[in-house]
């Protein structure tokens, strides 16, 4: 992810650049790394070559944008930089982009956060599985969001925008209530703009299919955690929060089903697996995310092995598979019914990529049973990965559970 930095003195890069103890101008194409690329300054004075919108451009790397630490005065009192950020200087925006105002649209940090509260008795409608806020958590906001183009990516969340619902009060653009069977929106802060989309009609693209909705409401990114909010927390900054119409034809959940607790020792916890929760509502998909030449997805640990957290035999060819073979399975959408049986696919994430077999099913559809190992469905954009496929992905064993990804098929 690029981002923007101003590396000159009285700017937000606060200090010199640890590689020189120097300020460089704006328009010298210099950047940060993140901690890990940075690698303790032994990228310090090398080029590097930055690609985007179907340009590149060299850069020198001047400084680390310090993934370890932050919220003091030596970091200028902004959070820890995340693990794969490119903070480059105007000029390399300047090289890559057409318009400044495509900088800025693009170069979008949190702002700020707030502390939660615990909401009074009966005031936050957990609805649609709305979040409540837990009293003493820390909240990013943000003043703006990602750029928009003719191909936003974006995250799709469900609201009632009835009198009652979750959404809280009428909405914004009109101050009035919206059916739940009227494919309306509200959006994050920034793409909302003050109001500027307000009655425009977006189209929104998932899972093979398309909708027309009219944007009606902000999904506020600044503020939350007060009755205004209904005791919610802000909103993130790129979400397309929709009403039941819309999730209805786009990537739905398709039901849900109640936990019930496992027998003793029904429950295999291996890799820090999860057991069903008695009375618990898990949901349940029939679909997944479109798959492409780089399909984001959350890359989780299981062992095929007999006696693994697996539970039975792979669904593929009915066998068990060593923990040091690359196999995988997939969500139920993905799985496509056993269409990828055998199939190879590609994953990539932390700079590596690994080719490993499809063997198995991780079922999205049912679960809290015998037959799953009493384990809740699984989420429906999951990769669940042998020992050996994080291996090879350089993952400290440590940190080994969940990872996000992108995969394709081989």
């Known amino acids: 992810m690029i981002t923007l930095n101003s590396f000159q003195k009285g700017g937000d890069g606060g200090g010199p650049s640890e590689c020189d103890n120097q300020y460089h101008s704006d328009d010298t194409p210099v950047m940060a790394l993140s901690t890990a690329w940075y690698s303790v300054g032994g990228r310090c004075h090398n080029n590097i070559v930055v690609s985007a919108n179907g340009r590149s451009v060299r850069a020198m790397v001047v400084d680390e944008c310090n993934s370890t630490m932050g919220c003091d005065e030596d970091h200028d009192y902004q959070p820890p930089c995340p693990n794969d950020i490119v903070d480059a200087s105007k000029a390399v925006w300047k090289a890559l982009v057409t318009h400044s105002v495509e900088v800025k649209a693009q170069s979008c940090r949190p702002s700020g956060k707030i502390r939660g509260i615990k909401p009074p008795r009966g005031q936050c409608n957990e609805e649609n599985d709305s979040v409540c806020c837990v009293r003493g958590k820390f909240y990013t906001t943000y003043t703006c969001s990602p750029s928009v183009s003719n191909n936003t990516k974006a995250t799709l969340t469900l609201n009632s925008f009835e009198k009652g619902g979750d959404g809280g009060g009428p909405s914004e653009c009109d101050n009035q209530y919206h059916s739940d069977d009227t494919p309306v929106v509200a959006l994050s802060t920034g793409w909302y703009s003050g109001g500027g989309r307000c009655h425009n009609h977006i189209l929104i693209s998932g899972n093979g299919r398309s909708v027309r909705a009219m944007v009606v409401d902000e999904c506020d990114s600044t503020v939350g955690c007060d009755r205004d909010h209904d005791y919610q927390p802000p909103c993130p900054n790129n979400i397309v929060d929709a009403s039941k119409a819309i999730n209805n034809n786009i990537d739905r959940p398709s039901g849900k089903i109640r936990g019930i607790k496992p027998p003793p020792g029904q429950c295999n916890q291996e890799n820090d697996s999860d057991c069903c929760v008695q009375g618990k509502l898990y949901t349940t998909y029939t679909c997944s995310p479109p798959v492409s030449s ?17 539970g039975g035999p792979s669904e593929c060819d009915n066998h068990y598979h060593s923990d040091d073979t690359p196999v995988v399975a997939l969500s139920t959408g993905w799985y496509s019914g056993g269409g990828r049986c055998h199939n190879h696919i590609v994953i990539s994430a932390n700079g590596r990529s690994v080719r490993a077999m499809v063997v198995d099913e991780c079922d999205s559809t049912m679960g809290c049973d015998k037959d799953h190992d009493y384990q809740p469905p699984c989420p429906n954009n999951i990769v669940d990965a042998s020992k ?9 064993e440590d940190n080994w559970g969940e990872l996000d990804i992108t995969w394709s098929d081989a």
Request: no cysteine.
């Open 294 to 310: 780089n399909t984001k997805a959350t890359l989780t640990l299981n062992s095929f092995q007999k006696g693994g957290d697996g």
């Open 388 to 396: 050996t496929v994080w291996k090879a992905l350089g993952v400290p």
